[in-house]
T-cell receptor
Framework: AQSVAQPEDQVNVAEGNPLTVKCTYS??????LFWYVQYPNRGLQFLLK??????LVKGSYGFEAEFNKSQTSFHLKKPSALVSDSALYFC???????????????FGTGTKLQVIP | DGGITQSPKYLFRKEGQNVTLSCEQN?????MYWYRQDPGQGLRLIYY???????QKGDIAEGYSVSREKKESFPLTVTSAQKNPTAFYLC?????????????FGEGSWLTVV
């Protein structure tokens, strides 16, 4: 069974400092990996995804994520945090192999990012 | 603007009532989904549909029902059989499963039992 782990319920970082939100996954075969952000009382907004190719993926709002196959990780990063980055972040995974039919997407439980002014 | 519209944003249900959450998309996506979000539990899939007039149960379908009469619409009914319906409900859509498809979400609907 596939799974996603976001080991930190909350991450605190000072404004202007680099931030990292951690994600590890388990899936059969190669993965599709996604990051989403959720602001209070809002839906999830897509940030970025990894399919194949370059292990460093760049996304919206200056975020990027690094895929590490040996560590089965897909950590979200940003060089300089903004107060407006404070939100709930979700990692998600599904199998890369497409054989027809529905391929389940599994979401992590979310990490609350708090950027301190 | 293209997107996914959910309504109402807030809904209150009395014990024993059925309520319906609306979801409309104009992204021309074939696949649509309903998720339930509870604090600390991430997202759980209720139902999904890949084509008009067809839908499949997700992980927590008991107490819920859906229909897919039009490509653009995927309403969710929370029935009185759902014993703990208070939650944030998210509708989503995507192109059919394939390389690189991304799930896009609506703004969500809060359902509270009173």
């Amino acid at each position: 069974a596939q799974s996603v782990a976001q080991p930190e319920d909350q991450v605190n970082v000072a404004e202007g400092n680099p931030l990292t939100v951690k994600c590890t996954y388990s899936v059969s075969g190669n993965p599709y990996l996604f990051w989403y952000v959720q602001y209070p009382n809002r839906g999830l907004q897509f940030l970025l995804k990894y399919i194949t190719g370059d292990n460093l993926v760049k996304g919206s709002y200056g975020f990027e994520a690094e895929f590490n196959k040996s560590q089965t990780s897909f950590h979200l990063k940003k060089p300089s945090a903004l107060v407006s980055d404070s939100a709930l972040y979700f990692c998600a995974v599904r199998p890369l192999l497409y054989s027809g039919g529905y391929q389940k997407v599994t979401f992590g439980t979310g990490t609350k990012l708090q950027v301190i002014p | 603007d293209g997107g996914i519209t959910q309504s109402p944003k807030y809904l209150f249900r009395k014990e024993g009532q059925n309520v319906t959450l609306s979801c409309e998309q104009n992204l021309n996506h074939d696949a649509m989904y309903w998720y339930r979000q509870d604090p600390g539990q991430g997202l759980r899939l209720i139902y999904y549909s890949q084509i008009v007039n067809d839908f499949q149960k997700g992980d927590i379908a008991e107490g819920y029902s859906v229909s897919r009469e039009k490509k653009e619409s995927f309403p969710l009914t929370v029935t009185s059989a759902q014993k703990n319906p208070t939650a944030f409900y998210l509708c989503a859509s995507s192109i059919l499963q394939g390389r690189g498809n991304t799930i896009y979400f609506g703004e969500g609907s809060w359902l509270t039992v009173v």
